[in-house]
């Protein structure tokens, strides 16, 4: 028997309150493999329903409806995958203080999971480095029971908080997303490349697959991809859409290919950016 199925299914106080939250729906951007120009995921962001910020659904979130807020997010993103025929990974960020006992506040995971027919192993869980969560033991227990599911696990925004390498050091994620404010204008920031191709090096030591965020520009993908970096999330590959899954444009993949390419023929492949220390 699965999880989602015994009829002994583990339960917590919070799970049986009740709380409403805001209106919201999902905004969909794809986090792209540079190698074969396909989505490797979809990262399910908040939006209002009729389109807008994040902010304007997030700032309607306390201690009163976090819970159910979080558990709303789940199904959410999950119904919508399914309607979309997603065949990519779905990656949904999740809040650890809104998880009160891992195994029980699964259960809502599970059955969408299994009502709109979208395979667990194809879910990945996102925490961001700046999330405070009670204690790093409670976000390693979460994060064993989703990995015990078959579940993949990510730290997001990594390198802009002040917990990166002890949260590494204390449990090791499926995937890192480093924070744009380490990828932005990468190419000409000596600085930020030699912090970033520590970053991967220690990742590729620990297994653990690398994304690099906030990706604007061909130049900025090319740096990252020469430091061995080939899963990319930004504006140039392609903008959130609202419940739908954006296309990437074949020619801006066209161009990372060719300039990427242009590095190797002139030897440059590897280099730090030749300019001073900080842009």
Same mark, same amino acid.
């Given at each position: 028997?699965?999880p989602s199925t015994r009829?002994?299914?583990?339960r917590?106080?919070?799970c049986? =309150?009740e709380?409403?939250?805001?209106?919201?729906t999902? @905004?969909? $951007?794809?986090?792209?493999n540079i !190698?074969?120009g396909?989505a490797?995921?979809?990262e399910?962001l908040?939006?209002?329903?009729g389109?807008?910020?994040?902010? !304007?659904?997030? /700032?309607?979130?306390n201690e009163?409806n976090?819970?159910a807020f979080?558990?709303?997010?789940r199904?959410k993103?999950? &119904?919508?995958?399914?309607?979309?025929e997603m065949?990519?990974f779905?990656?949904?960020?999740?809040l650890?203080?809104a998880?009160?006992?891992?195994?029980?506040?699964?259960?809502k995971?599970?059955e @969408?999971?299994?009502k709109?027919?979208?395979?667990?192993?194809h879910?990945i869980?996102?925490v961001?480095?700046n &999330? $405070? @969560?009670?204690?790093?033991g409670?976000?390693?227990a979460?994060?064993?029971?989703?990995?015990?599911?078959?579940?993949?696990t990510a730290?997001?925004?990594?390198?802009?908080?002040?917990?990166?390498?002890a949260?590494?050091a204390?449990? $090791?994620?499926d995937?890192?997303? =480093?924070?744009m404010g380490?990828t932005?204008? =990468?190419?000409?920031?000596?600085?930020?490349?030699a912090?970033t191709r520590?970053?991967?090096?220690l990742c !590729?030591?620990?297994?653990?697959?690398?994304?690099?965020?906030?990706? &604007?520009s061909? &130049?900025?993908a090319?740096a990252l991809?020469?430091?061995?970096v080939?899963?990319?999330?930004?504006?140039?590959l392609?903008?959130?859409?609202?419940?739908?899954?954006?296309?990437?444009?074949?020619s801006?993949l066209?161009q990372? !290919? +060719?300039?990427f390419?242009?590095?190797?023929? /002139?030897?440059? +492949?590897?280099?730090?950016?030749?300019?001073?220390?900080?842009?």
């Amino acid at each position: 028997m699965t999880p989602s199925t015994r009829p002994d299914k583990p339960r917590c106080q919070a799970c049986r =309150i009740e709380v409403g939250v805001p209106p919201f729906t999902m @905004a969909f $951007q794809p986090i792209v493999n540079i !190698d074969t120009g396909q989505a490797y995921a979809y990262e399910a962001l908040v939006r209002p329903p009729g389109g807008g910020s994040a902010a !304007d659904v997030l /700032s309607l979130i306390n201690e009163t409806n976090r819970y159910a807020f979080d558990q709303s997010c789940r199904v959410k993103a999950i &119904e919508l995958a399914a309607r979309l025929e997603m065949d990519a990974f779905l990656s949904i960020n999740f809040l650890p203080n809104a998880v009160y006992q891992p195994a029980a506040c699964l259960q809502k995971t599970f059955e @969408a999971a299994r009502k709109f027919g979208f395979p667990l192993h194809h879910l990945i869980f996102e925490v961001t480095e700046n &999330e $405070q @969560a009670r204690n790093i033991g409670h976000l390693q227990a979460i994060f064993e029971e989703y990995k015990r599911h078959g579940m993949v696990t990510a730290i997001d925004d990594f390198g802009a908080g002040h917990s990166g390498l002890a949260m590494l050091a204390d449990f $090791q994620p499926d995937i890192v997303k =480093i924070d744009m404010g380490l990828t932005r204008k =990468i190419h000409v920031d000596r600085v930020r490349f030699a912090i970033t191709r520590s970053i991967v090096l220690l990742c !590729d030591a620990l297994n653990i697959s690398v994304v690099a965020e906030g990706i &604007e520009s061909v &130049e900025e993908a090319v740096a990252l991809r020469q430091l061995g970096v080939r899963l990319f999330q930004g504006f140039i590959l392609a903008r959130p859409a609202l419940e739908a899954l954006p296309r990437m444009p074949e020619s801006v993949l066209a161009q990372i !290919d +060719a300039a990427f390419e242009a590095n190797l023929l /002139s030897g440059a +492949a590897g280099e730090a950016p030749r300019v001073a220390n900080g842009g």
